[in-house]
């Protein structure tokens, strides 16, 4: 018994083991594809549309429309139906976009010199200097300008070939500070049937220090000429750190990591996803920048999507990337190109498939597909032959056991060797003239007694009797008929 539980253990074992590297590849590991389809470059306009109410001389109403940049930088989309997150300084400007209209109309129809700039300047003149105090806001009853401000935020997806227009959004729930979460929800038409790629969101950000990441955005609007940009970073202390941010800091300090990625913050990376090495979620977005960059964690960015309203989910384009992307990193890739074909059709246009669709078609049936290798090998590592061999072994030696004990128990034993010849025996032959005597059989062997010598009487002397067995014995016989033994004559 000891030993079959040994031989169950041992066999459930070996399955476990076996199944660990399929377990393994459930999800990609450390790479940067489950979110980059999901990267937007984010561009933000202030359309200001302003009156001016010039009085000093005739009354004119002048009127001019400016579009005066709030910024630009990187967003992420969080769920199928375009909601998006990024930075508030990216879609929101802190400084008041009506006093560079003001700024701007005023000089252009006075012909006065005035920076076009958010300040609030003065002239020497009285007379026009009151006129512009009267334009800037906030507006009042005696005010010489009337202005519209609109928001016009224009999200550029990641798909080829380059949308030129990209997709219309608005501002759904902007933050307190210009580092703060923005949540935005496009408004305009979303291509493929079943909505806009998405990334995942970690559930918390790595404790450990020096942790590495990888920060995916773009640079400029996103074409042939312009792919996403990725770069690595590692995290230095703070833990989740708030609002204030993380800072980087490379523990082999070999590179300024705040420095390096300040930079690309003011070149377009502001907002950008900071995405985990682990498996591949979304763990915070880069803010700062200059020489100070640092990153704020997924604990605001859930925090700030429940505040609009929104809940961050996966869609079917994901759940159909991210199989054949586990098929694709672990070289199958004869079984990961009509995954990504998939992709293609629910989400035309996806770069991030088209190019690993192009690579797996390369690599199909080649020496590195393990598809391939898997077909011209039928016998599966997985299921060892060696437990059905010993369970065979087990088996044959049981049943030579039981045949043997059976056997002994039905072999036959040897007769009594005193027994009486059984029917159809040679009989002692009988002498001339005899006649045969019937011996009676009995059913079953009878214990024999000591042979003793019976005495005999004289009653009658014609009759005789077998002095070895008492039998009775005829005239003629000269042998016992049962014994065998000599009559005495």
Known sequence: ???????????????????????????????????????????????????????????????????????????????????????????????????????????????????????????????????????????????????????????????????????KAELVKAGPRPDSPAVLMTSSRIIGSVGLPTAPLADKVPDQQGSPTNIAGFLGRPGPNVKETVEIAHLGKGGNAGEAGRPFADPDKKVDEPVKMGGLADRGLRGAPVIGDKDGHIIGLLIGGGKDARMIGVREINAALTKAGVTPRRGPIDTAFEAALTRYHTKYYTEAAPGFQRVLELYPGNVVAAN?????????????????????????????????????????MAAGAGAFVLWRRRAPEDPPPDLPPLVGQQQPPLDEGANQTVVVRRSQPFAIVPQQKQVLTAQDPSVKYCTACGMRLGHAHRFCGYCGHPSET
Not at 36 to 52: C, M, N, Y
Not at 141 to 167: M, R, W
Not at 363 to 392: C, H, M, N, Y
Request: proline residues 7%; hydrophobic residues 45%.
């Open 356 to 396: 690993l669709l192009k690579d797996s078609l390369a690599k199909r049936g080649g020496p590195e597909d393990q598809g391939t290798k898997k077909a011209a090998a039928p016998v599966s590592r997985s299921t060892p032959l060696w437990p059905f061999i010993v369970a065979a072994g087990v088996l044959f």
């Open 1 to 167: 018994m000891a030993r079959l539980t040994a031989l169950a253990g041992g066999v459930a074992a070996t399955l476990v083991l076996l199944a660990l590297p399929v377990a393994a590849h459930e999800h990609p590991s450390g790479i940067t594809d489950l979110v980059t389809p999901a990267v937007v470059r984010v561009e933000a306009t202030a359309h200001v549309e302003i009156t001016l109410l010039d009085h000093i001389g005739d009354l004119m109403h002048v009127e001019r429309s400016y579009d005066v940049p709030i910024g630009v930088g990187t967003g992420t989309v969080v769920n199928p139906e375009g909601a998006i997150v990024t930075l508030t300084r990216v879609v929101k400007n802190e400084q008041d976009v009506a006093v560079y209209a003001a700024n701007r109309i005023f000089a252009e129809h006075h012909d006065v010199k005035i920076p076009a700039d958010f300040k609030r300047h003065k002239l020497k003149d009285d007379l026009f200097d009151r006129h512009l105090q009267q334009c800037y806001p906030p507006k009042s009853a005696k005010a010489t300008c009337i202005v519209d401000v609109t928001t016009d935020i224009t999200v550029f997806p990641n798909v080829s070939p380059a949308d030129p227009k990209g997709l």
